[in-house]
Structure formats: C-alpha cells, structure tokens
C-alpha cells in the first residue's frame, strides 16, 4: 500500500502548495511539488543509482544481467495473467500461463525465455492500465518519492498489483525490499548511456520524462504498443527503448 499511500500525501500536500502558487496547467497542475520530488529523485539517480548500475554492468556479462532481468520478469506472471482476465484478454492470458511454465522449466526458474522463441508472446499488463481500459481517467501527473513518474490510477495499480504479486504473502518483506532493488540496479544498466544522451540533448529532462511517461501510458492502455515489464521498474520510468537483450 505504500505507493498509494505517497500519491495520496502527495496530492494532498500539493494542492495546497500549488493553489497558493497559482500553478495550473492540463497536465501538470501540481507541477510545482512535482519538479522538486523529481530533482530529489534525480539526485538520488546520479549519486547512488546509476553509480551502482555502472559497476554492476562493469563486472557482469550482459547474459547474467539479461538473465536476472528475465527471472524478475518471470515473477511478474500472476499480475500480468490477472489482468490480462480483466481487460478480457483470454488469449494473451493463455500465452503468459504458457510463457511462465515453459520458462519456469526449460528455463530454469525463468532465468532462460526459450517461451519466446516459441512463439509464446510476451506482454505488459497492470492495474492502472486495467482501470483506463475501463474508463478510470488518470487525474494530474504526479512523481512520486523514489518510485517516480506516476499518476492517481496509476498509485492505485501499484498498490493491487503488490497484492497480486503473492509473494508479500509468504516472503519477508526486507527480502522483497532487497530483490526489488536489485532489480532496480539491474534495469538501469541496460539504459545507462540512453539516460545519459536524454539529459544531454533535451532541452527540460523534467519535461521529456513526463511526456514519454504520459504517451507511454496512454499508448499501452489502448494497446499501441507492447511494453516490457522491465521498462516499468525504472527509477525515473524514462521510455528508451531498451539494449536489445540476446
């Protein structure tokens, strides 16, 4: 509950404090607040995060990390599957349910996706992109502390996804805390000169994270494209295209 939980103090917070600054935009209304947690979480990026994926990336060959990106994406089976059902999807249900017992045991705990050159599509789903498929609209942009570009629908998706997960259930929490850091670490050294390049060029990285979070989401609601699992656990959530995995 702790995602909804930020969104809820955060939008709390700030629409006082950007009432008072007279700050309304369509999109962005709560902009004010938003740009400092984004520094803060920008700061947080230059000095610890992309410090770390660096040497990560430095020591482990491109297989190993492509392989623990595959094992945490492999976890994600229960929410995808779910709601694949909720937005009606059988079809791409069957192919997770496939996908998950095809690499849980050819490969080997979903270290390995021989699903995919099986035909076995992989997709992208959770319960903020549920609840637009039904109609919920998003609410203002908002970042939030260390998990980054979000929005109200997609708080609550974060919080019912936790829950679909299982593993909070039977796994401690510190151990989740600790795996999903790894994770974390592992993903941002696929986009470390990406990241890199963005900051460089664009005129307000503010700005250009929130527009591709925006489009991003916004595209993968009413499938226009297929996004990755891995994408979305990016500190930032920026949407490069990610090293092509072999």
């Not at 000095?47 to 094992?71: C, D, H, I, M, Q």
């Not at 945490?72 to 009606?88: C, H, S």
């Not at 390995?112 to 992208?124: C, N, T, Y």
Request: hydrophobic content about 45%.
């Amino acid at each position: 509950m702790v995602p909804l939980l930020a969104a809820v103090l955060v939008l709390s917070w700030a629409a006082a404090v950007c009432a008072a600054e007279d700050v309304d935009t369509e999109r962005d209304p709560l902009e004010c607040v938003n740009r400092k947690i984004f520094w803060f979480n920008d700061k947080l990026d230059v000095y610890v995060l992309a410090p770390v994926a660096t040497g990560w990336e430095k020591v482990s060959p491109r297989r190993v990390r492509t392989s623990v990106s595959n094992f945490f994406g492999n976890l994600r089976f229960p929410i995808v599957t779910v709601n694949d059902l909720l937005q009606g999807k059988v079809k791409d249900s069957a192919s997770d349910v496939g996908r998950f017992a095809v690499n849980t045991t050819v490969g080997v705990l979903g270290f390995f996706d021989p699903a995919s050159g099986w035909g076995l599509v992989k997709h992208d789903e959770d319960f903020g992109q549920t609840l637009g498929v039904w109609g919920v609209p998003p609410g203002p942009y908002l970042v939030l502390p260390l998990l980054g570009p979000s929005d109200p629908r997609d708080a609550t998706g974060f919080a019912v996804d936790y829950a679909l997960s299982v593993t909070p259930f039977f796994i401690d929490e510190a151990i989740l805390w600790g795996a999903r850091v790894g994770d974390t670490v592992n993903e941002r050294s696929f986009v470390l000169k990406q990241v890199e390049d963005a900051k460089a060029s664009a005129f307000d990285y503010y700005t250009f994270v929130r527009n591709a979070y925006l489009q991003r989401r916004r595209a993968l609601v009413r499938d226009l494209v297929e996004g990755s699992a891995e994408e979305s656990e990016e500190l930032y959530h920026p949407e490069f295209d990610l090293e092509e995995k072999p």
